[in-house]
């Protein structure tokens, strides 16, 4: 039995749209002082009948003076007792009424466009936040921060990833499912450069918090930083399956490229090491549990981790690796407890062999007709002589730092026969047959022999079934299970 846990939709949104709100007047500026709403190509007032503080919220949001960390700084106010407020204008919104979570205070619940029954006093204004350094994308996606009244650009040789970062969880990205993606730099003519370099380490609730370093930066050809924060996780990108010994995985480079445009195929990379095929649009990896740096675990006594991780790698031009792009965890649990079965038809005489050969999952069982496994029994149905010797191999691939023990090996009439009806030939890792003699031990290989018999019932078949056991060899393991041979206690029955 196995299970699959994949831990990175792409869902791309954008904050750059006209403008259609405004600080028109205030004691303090850009963000504290009286609303106005664009429509039909005129600004005009909000009046303040059912405004409250979610509007107040809303509006700060979209003039993108709004810190998700500090929302208690918002308030409102109306030019009721504040007389330089008023300005005598007309209205385009009565009866404002905000859930909070709209995107724009137009998309609240209010009057018809122009309908309203407010005075000069009833004008409706708001404080935002400016706690720490005002940040913005501009309709053009210029990163722009709020300095001494004015808004200024950031230098391309200031900007880094982690700044990228900042910004994007500032404007209320999700910090753990954001992509900050540095766009192409470009000429903005109408802003300044920030008078100072910001040093972010990445964690930070805003621009404010980072590192300031006083040196003044020109910009060549008034160049500036541009960046898209992308809301969203990687992991509707890859689909992950497991078999009984090795990673499937599969990349949808097309969608991959919504978030990440400039993509490299052979920069991804799983473990860190091994680089995927291309299939038409996907990448694809198919690899053993032993490769690629893969990590195993005991989970419990029935169950096996196997981990790594997809990774997109960002090489400098220098050939040199700074980070991880991102990095998607995975893991498969497989079971420790497996069984393998294998068939054969009792003769009285010599016959030509054929051989019944399953295997399930991580474990085979295969036979053979000499003592040193050099010829196997490879037909349909295996026909051997009663009272011949049978060879038995069962093998396990190669998976570093586990163990395959062979606990159970017992006889059956049939396939779909119960313990009850078989004929033990190994149990609890002891010969309990006489004529059984187990040859071979190994971490991935057991080797023993018995005197093939028929059952008195006279089945057509002896299925000869196997259960299996997987544990770690790792030094601090000490189970004691996880040793060969003859050990007491009852035997672990696979499946």
């Known amino acids: 039995m196995i299970s699959i846990i994949l831990i990175l939709s792409v869902c791309v949104s954008s904050l750059f749209s006209e403008q259609t709100l405004r600080i028109a007047a205030g004691p303090r500026g850009a963000y504290d002082g009286r609303l106005e709403v664009l429509h039909s190509g005129i600004w005009k007032n909000i009046c303040d009948d059912s405004f409250n503080i979610q509007a107040?919220?809303?509006?700060?949001r979209q003039l993108e003076f709004y810190n998700p960390n500090n929302i208690d700084n918002i308030d409102f106010y109306t030019s009721k007792n504040n007389t330089w407020f008023r300005n005598g204008g007309d209205y385009w919104l009565d009866d404002v009424q905000c859930k909070g979570t709209e995107a724009r205070i137009e998309d609240c619940v209010h009057a018809v466009?122009?309908?309203?029954?407010?005075?000069?006093?009833?004008?409706?204004?708001?404080?935002c936040d400016i706690d720490g350094l005002l940040t913005r994308l501009d309709n053009e996606s210029f990163i722009e921060v709020h300095h001494n009244g004015e808004w200024h650009g950031i230098c391309p040789t200031d900007y880094s990833e982690q700044m990228g970062m900042v910004v994007c969880q500032y404007l209320g990205f999700n910090r753990s499912h954001v992509f900050a993606k540095e766009l192409s730099a470009n000429v903005s003519d109408d802003t300044t450069v920030l008078p100072f370099?910001?040093?972010?380490?990445?964690?930070?609730?805003?621009?404010?918090?980072?590192?300031?370093?006083?040196?003044?930066?020109?910009c060549p050809v008034k160049e500036r930083s541009r960046l898209a924060c992308l809301n969203g996780t990687v992991e509707e990108t890859i689909s992950l399956s497991c078999s009984g010994n090795s990673f499937g995985i599969t990349v949808d480079l097309d969608r991959l490229r919504i978030l990440f445009p400039d993509l490299i195929n052979n920069d991804i990379l799983l473990g860190g090491t091994c680089t995927g095929r291309l299939d038409g649009n996907k990448l694809v990896f198919d690899q053993n549990f032993d490769l690629c740096s893969t990590r195993s675990k005991?989970?419990?006594?029935?169950?096996l981790m196997f981990t790594n991780n997809l990774v997109y790698l960002h090489v400098n031009p220098?050939?040199?690796?700074?980070?991880?792009?991102?990095a998607v965890d995975l893991q498969c649990?497989?079971?420790?407890?497996?069984?393998?079965?294998i068939s054969y038809i009792p003769v009285e005489s010599n016959h030509v062999h054929h051989l019944g050969n399953s295997s399930h999952l991580q474990v085979n069982i295969n036979l053979f007709s000499d003592?040193?496994?050099?010829?196997?029994?490879q037909d349909v149905a295996t026909e051997a002589v009663v009272g011949s010797e049978i060879f038995v191999q069962v093998q396990s691939p190669n998976i570093v730092g586990l163990r395959m023990i062979v606990e159970n090996c017992y006889?059956?009439?049939?396939?779909?026969?119960?313990?009850?009806?078989?004929?033990?030939?190994?149990?609890?890792?002891?010969e309990v047959d006489t004529e059984t003699h187990i040859t071979r031990y190994a971490d991935t290989e057991t080797r023993f022999f018995f005197t093939a018999f028929a059952f008195p019932t006279g089945d057509q078949i002896v299925a000869v079934h196997c259960d299996v056991r997987y544990c770690s060899t790792a030094p601090s393991s000490s189970r004691s299970t996880c040793r060969h041979g003859c050990h007491s206690g009852p035997g672990i029955i696979g499946r």
């Open 113 to 127: 466009w122009g309908s309203e029954n407010c005075n000069d006093q009833e004008v409706v204004g708001v404080k």
């Open 371 to 377: 003592a040193l496994f050099h010829h196997p029994l």
């Open 56 to 60: 107040a919220r809303v509006a700060c």
């Open 411 to 430: 006889a059956k009439p049939d396939h779909d026969a119960n313990k009850q009806r078989s004929f033990s030939l190994i149990e609890n890792g002891c």
């Open 197 to 218: 370099i910001l040093d972010c380490i990445g964690n930070e609730t805003n621009l404010g918090d980072c590192l300031k370093n006083n040196e003044n930066k020109t």
């Open 333 to 341: 649990l497989v079971s420790r407890n497996e069984s393998t079965e």
């Open 318 to 326: 220098d050939g040199i690796i700074r980070h991880f792009l991102w």
């Open 298 to 303: 005991e989970v419990d006594d029935q169950t």
